[in-house]
């Protein structure tokens, strides 16, 4: 069954118990769920829509980022939901695998509530018929003792296991920094 607005709203409660500080700077995740209903999991939705990444950290305190190609941008494995994904982490685990080739099986959830929800805008791409919009990004920690990535490169043009601490997006940064178990 395919991601709803009830499970993004429920997921987006959840999280925002946790970190009641950043509801303002979530309220246009909130307006355009409000206006959008289900289509918020749909990347056809030019309000905005959701996405789903994986913040993979490993038991030395490296986090694994990735080159995307159409980018060029060093970032976290994900993209968009699709509508075989049931939850936005099933996404996040979905995205993980398909652009690193590690096996679900060798990687471990650290929890059900998002790590981070990150907003941030898409510029138009005429190629693909897309105006500019926004990315409503349910980043998840997830936990791998895996080392060995096959990337996807068609979207993927390098990888890189990183300390946590060279992560420069706050509070993503500070967060991963806290999970590092000792």
């Known amino acids: 069954m395919p991601i709803t607005a009830q499970h993004v709203r429920d997921t ?14 979530l309220s246009a995740l909130s307006q355009v769920l409000d206006e959008a209903g289900d289509s918020i999991a749909s990347r056809k939705e030019f309000r905005g829509h959701v996405t789903a990444g994986a913040a993979l950290l490993r038991p030395d305190g490296r986090v694994l980022t ?3 190609r159409a980018l060029r941008k060093w970032l976290l494995p994900g993209g968009h939901v699709e509508q075989t994904d049931s939850t936005l982490l099933d ?3 979905r995205e993980l695998a398909e652009e690193t080739g590690i096996s679900p099986d060798k990687v471990e959830p650290d929890s059900g509530t998002p790590l981070h929800v990150d907003v941030h805008p898409i510029p138009a791409n005429p190629d693909k018929g897309e105006d500019a919009h926004q990315h409503f990004d349910f980043r998840y920690l997830f936990r791998t003792t895996a080392d060995t990535v096959e990337l996807q490169e068609e979207e993927v043009t390098a990888y890189s296991w990183q300390f946590a601490d060279m992560l420069t ?5 500070s ?8």
């Open 91 to 93: 996404a996040a685990l």
């Open 66 to 68: 990735i080159e995307h």
């Open 175 to 182: 967060r991963v920094m806290a999970a590092i178990r000792p």
């Open 169 to 173: 997006a706050e509070p993503l940064r």
């Open 12 to 25: 987006l409660d959840t999280y925002l118990a946790r970190h009641p500080d950043e509801k303002d700077s």
